[in-house]
């Protein structure tokens, strides 16, 4: 990209994707934080602890991804695409396997709306797509 191209605004299908991403991202990370820390101080360790540090490490993929939609590059893009369809993926499961149907349905709901979104031209051709 030039440095023209640095100038031009982020479309707002853009925008709103990357909101609901550190959306995505900010709540998994609050949530998963206050987990390790009342798992911490009552003394709890194990595979437990290893879930919630990775869930912990999806929050960072996910918030670091968000965070370089500005940049307008196009591994960006692919990389948002692959992250909500893994989390539509998982939502699937969960719904199919009888998990919490509330909160996986508004987990799903966001990633469908992100990958509509950088789906629409004007998000393509942000990306260079």
Do not use: C, H
């Not at 299908?13 to 709540?27: K, N």
């Not at 591994?75 to 939502?91: K, S």
Request: charged share 10%.
């Amino acid at each position: 990209m030039s440095e023209q191209d640095f100038t031009r605004e982020m479309p707002a299908e853009a925008r709103t994707a990357r909101v609901i991403m550190f959306v995505q991202g900010g709540l998994i990370l609050v949530i998963y934080l206050i987990l390790l820390f009342l798992l911490a101080s009552q003394g709890v360790a194990g595979s437990l602890t290893v879930l919630i540090l990775l869930n912990l490490a999806w929050g960072f993929i996910i918030v670091g991804v968000a965070f370089n939609f500005g940049s307008g590059k196009r591994w960006v893009r692919i990389a948002a695409l692959i992250v909500e369809g893994i989390i539509v993926f998982n939502a699937a499961l969960t719904l199919f396997s009888g998990g919490n149907v509330a909160a996986t349905l508004i987990g799903l709901i966001l990633a469908i709306v992100v990958l509509y979104q950088l789906t629409r031209p004007a998000a393509r051709g942000w990306f260079g797509a």
